[in-house]
DNA sequence: TGATTTCCGGAGGTTAAACCTCCACTTGTC
DNA sequence: GACAAGTGGAGGTTTAACCTCCGGAAATCA
């Protein structure tokens, strides 16, 4: 039996081209699907929206760690980026609170972003990005606290929570009145100063009885 | 055919002994289990906590509406009442701090009732109870800014965002460090005072690296 | 233009988790 | 001790996800 080849797809040869423009389909429907629903959204779902057969999203990726690494490295690196942009700030306050501004913004338009930033993340590529994170809170806190205008008895482990806060009443009200979540976050930001003359302007208004209500009754189930 | 008598179990007969005692030992599980797993705990979890055979639980209680009721509804008039009693502060914003403070222990102590209480309720009596705080959460809102230390900018709706925000950060650290909840509603509240001069001194500290790592690496489904 | 290789779709087998019913047996009560 | 009342949990059902497999379609090659 001569000349037995190779049968890898070792060092890849290219895609055929039908293939090619499938990967890309299922890419962004992964990506939409993810976003708002978050990383566990059935694989189902996934090739629906991407108008593909399950098969072919099984053919290109093998399991659902693969498609999230192939999604999220870049996001997550954006997010160690934005964390050493913010101690650039001449004001280390001014670089805390856009800092989290920036984190919260990705998190509530990105389900799968923040429940990867919050821990769902296993090992792998991401969750060592991630980890990255650590020492540069630590960072900006330092230097939000030095500024003098965070309060002293601030904590790098706040800062998760704070996020987590804010970005549960992002998601509570999302459907409904995307941008709410700002509010929240500078009645957060007022109480988090040391101390201040008055309210900062809120550039968002509350939700009004009606969005309140349609909150409420359109909760998810965990999710 | 004579006497056919009637089948109801019209105007209830009491119940033989051993089913009254098997009906307080499903009440009991089934308050534990929704308190910690909520509303949605499985009927065979319920049984399972009893030491009771489903069928056993499905005769005496055969929807778990009926099981809710039976068991929420006491516990929303408390939550009433505690609305009540806040407004009797002196200071209207003593009641709306002293309001929050109560109502979100009661939640992250019960998920259940939190679930309740943020829209879970269909319909049923103890939606009608919930419903009731509606009045009354304006008026304490409304007071507290008639005494001059709640932002003007403060809606009622906001007070329900509130607590979600803070149940989130109870519900994420709770089973590490189920206290951690105050240290956030302190600095809420911080962010709610019209001005203030430094930050109001904290009962908690923050969560330990390790109990974030825990945290983090423990949240629940969704779900 | 075949011939050949690669890729596709989605029916369908599998597992898991909840649901609820049913009835042979046990227990309490009169 | 007879008989009504109550029990437990095996098992049928549904739902929702998982992932594989293979006949046929599409791209590429010669």
Known sequence: MPDMEEPRRSEHRPLRKDARENRRKILDAASDAMSE???????????ERAGVGVGTLYRRFPSRAELVEALFEDRMESIVEDAEASLDFEDGWEGFAWFLERIISRQTRDRALGELLMGDAGRGRVAAIRDRLGPLADKIVERAKQAGRLRPDFDTTDLVMVQKMVCAAGAAAGDVKPAVWRRYLTILLDGLTTSRSGPSPQEVGPLSDDELYRTMHSAPGRR
């Open 37 to 47: 629903l978050g990383l566990s959204v059935p694989m189902e779902a996934i090739a």
